[in-house]
């Protein structure tokens, strides 16, 4: 999916529509748009058949009696079922009063007889629960198109009000809004269509979003100087525990791959496991208040496969020594009901278990708790999942939405702060870093082996996925 990076909220969006008119263009003239655009998007992916629409009484409403007119226009055996009228003097009467055809009951039996049926009901701000007898009627239903949201969808959180029934595709307008992106909003929309309707220039003040959609349009890598050497492309030091050494190794492993100009991995104990892996990594038993003494040490993986013994020791050290910090695994294990702990690392990458354990349950509202956490700690907070969230303290975040489900293997973790602390090295901003990390590690998994279509793939077939991925991005 290939979308604007902004991503509006329905409260975001529905002060967009407010701000047309005074731009000079009409809620009328949006709402004649849209319906067009969904028409449009509906002959181009489904032969003409029984079509049914369900109009809600509000502007999602309205926009179903304009798509029923021009697929009607073309020819299409189209009626109409409305759940309830729309209110007099509203653009969505409007539109109602120049529909000709057909009218049948809001029913179960006449969802279920029609080949498609169009679900323009509620809209994305719906903000009650939506009536069980309504989602039996879409229940009924042999194939949906949904207008903005499937009925019921959140649209600012991506979360279910009552039982939604899930779209074949989704048509939206001029933004997506976080639920589209967030599961299990992603799953209920099916593919997401986003139609341009005509928004006048200037209607959004791209200055005050804080909501995006994750992807290189957000970020740029740091490019290869053609002065550069090892040195001014960073040091990276990991440190690694005596009895996982190979999750610090994974983290190595990306953090190489992506960028960082030397790493050096920190052993307590003999590192002669390590040293006779990749020849490329540097070994050392010193200790880390000696190493601190380097100033170009200036970034850290403190975590991976690390225990939580010498997390709770080494953790604070770091954070005295004002170094760049990239917390995982055992580093917020060590925190854990003690998040405050945490202040003065830059990043942390916490999956939803270690996310609860530090700040409790995420509830509803995923956008809302990590930027909550991302303030509490003042650092980045990357929320592992199939809809990772990237949130700083400033109130930015980004819902990524390309990583595949064979990324669910273990170590997969440890390179996606390998690949985070990499860029962080290289001078890219906290939360670029954190947000451009996130992108490529799922990138490199759909990279990694194109023609499996993810079968097979462990942690250590993402080095030579990110290899084409920052490929990819230069190729841009």
Same mark, same amino acid.
């Given at each position: 999916?290939?979308?604007?990076?902004?991503?509006?909220?329905?409260?975001?969006?529905?002060?967009?529509?407010?701000?047309?008119?005074?731009?000079?263009?009409?809620?009328?003239?949006?709402?004649?748009?849209?319906?067009?655009?969904?028409?449009?998007?509906?002959?181009?992916?489904?032969?003409?058949?029984?079509?049914?629409?369900?109009?809600?009484?509000?502007?999602?409403?309205?926009?179903?009696?304009?798509?029923?007119?021009?697929?009607?226009?073309?020819?299409?055996?189209?009626?109409?079922?409305?759940?309830?009228?729309?209110?007099?003097?509203?653009?969505?009467?409007?539109?109602?009063?120049?529909?000709?055809?057909?009218?049948?009951?809001?029913?179960?039996?006449?969802?279920?007889?029609?080949?498609?049926?169009?679900?323009?009901?509620?809209?994305?701000?719906?903000?009650?629960?939506?009536?069980?007898?309504?989602?039996?009627?879409?229940?009924?239903?042999?194939?949906?198109?949904?207008?903005?949201?499937?009925?019921?969808?959140?649209?600012?959180?991506?979360?279910?009000?009552?039982?939604?029934?899930?779209?074949?595709?989704?048509?939206?307008?001029?933004?997506?809004?976080?639920?589209?992106?967030?599961?299990?909003?992603?799953?209920?929309?099916?593919?997401?269509?986003?139609?341009?309707?005509?928004?006048?220039?200037?209607?959004?003040?791209?200055?005050?979003?804080?909501?995006?959609?994750?992807?290189?349009?957000?970020?740029?890598?740091?490019?290869?100087?053609?002065?550069?050497?090892?040195?001014?492309?960073?040091?990276?030091?990991?440190?690694?525990?005596?009895?996982?050494?190979?999750?610090?190794?994974?983290?190595?492993?990306?953090?190489?791959?992506?960028?960082?100009?030397?790493?050096?991995?920190?052993?307590?104990?003999?590192?002669?496991?390590?040293? #006779?892996?990749?020849?490329?990594?540097?070994?050392?038993?010193?200790?880390?208040?000696?190493?601190?003494?380097?100033?170009?040490?200036?970034?850290?993986?403190?975590?991976?496969?690390?225990?939580?013994?010498?997390?709770?020791?080494?953790?604070?050290?770091?954070?005295?020594?004002?170094?760049?910090?990239?917390?995982?695994?055992?580093?917020?294990?060590?925190?854990?009901?003690?998040?405050?702990?945490?202040?003065?690392?830059?990043?942390?990458?916490?999956?939803?278990?270690?996310?609860?354990?530090?700040?409790?349950?995420?509830?509803?509202?995923?956008?809302?708790?990590?930027?909550?956490?991302?303030?509490?700690?003042?650092?980045?907070?990357?929320?592992?999942?199939?809809?990772?969230?990237?949130?700083?303290?400033?109130?930015?975040?980004?819902?990524?939405?390309?990583?595949?489900?064979?990324?669910?293997?273990?170590?997969?973790?440890?390179?996606?702060?390998?690949?985070?602390?990499?860029?962080?090295?290289?001078?890219?901003?906290?939360?670029?870093?954190?947000?451009?990390?996130?992108?490529?590690?799922?990138?490199?998994?759909?990279?990694?082996?194109?023609?499996?279509?993810? #079968?097979?793939?462990?942690?250590?077939?993402?080095?030579?996925?990110?290899?084409?991925?920052? #490929? #990819?991005?230069?190729?841009?």
């Amino acid at each position: 999916m290939s979308f604007p990076s902004e991503l509006l909220t329905p409260d975001e969006m529905a002060a967009v529509d407010r701000a047309a008119p005074r731009l000079g263009v009409a809620g009328v003239t949006l709402m004649e748009n849209a319906g067009r655009a969904v028409a449009r998007a509906i002959i181009r992916r489904v032969a003409p058949c029984r079509t049914l629409v369900l109009c809600g009484p509000g502007n999602n409403g309205g926009n179903g009696y304009v798509i029923a007119r021009h697929l009607a226009q073309e020819g299409w055996p189209v009626t109409v079922a409305a759940l309830a009228e729309p209110n007099p003097g509203t653009d969505a009467a409007v539109m109602a009063a120049q529909w000709r055809g057909p009218r049948t009951e809001f029913t179960e039996q006449a969802a279920g007889r029609a080949d498609l049926v169009i679900d323009a009901i509620f809209g994305a701000g719906l903000s009650r629960d939506i009536e069980e007898s309504v989602s039996k009627v879409l229940s009924s239903a042999k194939r949906i198109v949904a207008v903005d949201v499937p009925s019921g969808l959140d649209g600012a959180t991506g979360q279910p009000k009552g039982r939604v029934a899930p779209a074949d595709f989704t048509v939206t307008f001029f933004r997506l809004k976080p639920g589209h992106l967030l599961l299990p909003g992603r799953e209920l929309c099916g593919e997401i269509v986003l139609a341009d309707i005509g928004m006048p220039a200037g209607v959004l003040l791209t200055d005050q979003v804080k909501t995006f959609a994750n992807g290189p349009d957000l970020w740029d890598i740091p490019p290869l100087a053609m002065a550069g050497q090892k040195y001014t492309r960073g040091m990276l030091t990991v440190l690694a525990g005596s009895e996982m050494a190979g999750a610090a190794r994974m983290a190595s492993l990306g953090a190489r791959r992506a960028g960082a100009g030397l790493l050096t991995i920190v052993v307590a104990g003999n590192g002669d496991v390590l040293r #006779a892996t990749e020849p490329g990594l540097i070994v050392t038993e010193s200790p880390v208040d000696e190493l601190l003494q380097d100033q170009r040490r200036k970034t850290w993986i403190c975590g991976p496969g690390l225990g939580i013994d010498r997390a709770r020791a080494t953790l604070p050290q770091l954070i005295a020594a004002g170094r760049q910090i990239v917390a995982d695994a055992d580093a917020l294990g060590a925190c854990a009901g003690a998040p405050e702990k945490l202040r003065g690392v830059t990043i942390i990458t916490p999956h939803g278990g270690e996310f609860a354990k530090l700040f409790g349950p995420v509830g509803q509202d995923k956008l809302a708790a990590v930027r909550a956490a991302a303030r509490r700690i003042d650092a980045v907070v990357v929320l592992k999942g199939a809809d990772t969230v990237i949130a700083a303290p400033d109130g930015r975040a980004a819902i990524n939405h390309n990583a595949p489900p064979s990324l669910a293997t273990a170590g997969s973790g440890d390179v996606l702060a390998g690949i985070i602390a990499g860029l962080l090295t290289q001078g890219m901003a906290p939360w670029s870093a954190a947000a451009a990390g996130v992108w490529l590690h799922g990138e490199a998994a759909n990279l990694a082996d194109p023609d499996s279509g993810g #079968a097979g793939l462990i942690a250590e077939d993402l080095a030579d996925g990110l290899r084409r991925a920052l #490929a #990819a991005l230069q190729r841009r």
